[in-house]
């Protein structure tokens, strides 16, 4: 009879264990948690617009640089770790890509709610003068937009923050930069001008 190898972990585990409780130890067992259900996984509320106040954290993805684009502006109401965690926060589905560099393998942010198509962009590193995701944040005066001095996944919101991605190459023709203001960011009347 052959046992899968989780099998066998299972069953060495709970042999480790029960030799520790009959020699006097005390037993902890590392048997790999079950995977999460859909009864386990927690739900993080948001509303459209920006957050009023000190809680919560501002997503302003600015699809702009898509064709037919728009702004979007939402509030989490959970307390992101990170600007990553705060776009899955406010379902626009981000995604990282992976590419190799100097030092080895990196993530990036590389896709948000589909956009570039998969076509357009493989995600599999930057390439020179090709658009990318920008990450804003307020600038030390707290007046302007900003570009972030951290990445999406170390970047760590404090609550009543803001955060903008726009999408763009980052050259004359295409400079990927916020097309609202930051006091428009955070202006609950706010609508843009087409």
Request: with cysteine.
């Amino acid at each position: 009879m052959s046992l899968s190898l989780s099998v066998r972990r299972r069953l060495l585990t709970g042999l480790f264990a029960g030799s520790l409780l009959l020699f006097g130890g005390t037993a902890v067992a590392a048997v790999p948690a079950a995977a999460p259900t859909a009864d386990d996984s927690v739900t993080v509320a948001w509303t459209d617009g920006p957050c009023t106040g000190t809680t919560g954290v501002t997503v302003v993805v600015d699809f702009t640089g898509h064709a037919g684009g728009d702004v979007v502006r939402r509030c989490t109401d959970g307390d992101p770790a990170t600007a990553f965690a705060a776009l899955t926060d406010v379902d626009v589905a981000p995604e990282h890509g992976i590419g190799q560099g100097e030092t080895g393998p990196y993530q990036y942010l590389c896709r948000i709610d589909g956009l570039p198509s998969a076509t357009a962009d493989a995600c599999d590193g930057f390439l020179p003068n090709a658009p990318y995701w920008a990450f804003w944040v307020p600038d030390v005066a707290g007046d302007a937009w900003g570009y972030a001095d951290e990445g999406v996944d170390t970047y760590d919101p404090p609550l009543g923050d803001v955060l903008g991605f726009s999408f763009g190459a980052g050259t004359v023709a295409d400079p990927n930069e916020m097309s609202l203001t930051l006091d428009e960011a955070l202006d609950p009347n706010w609508t843009p001008t087409s």
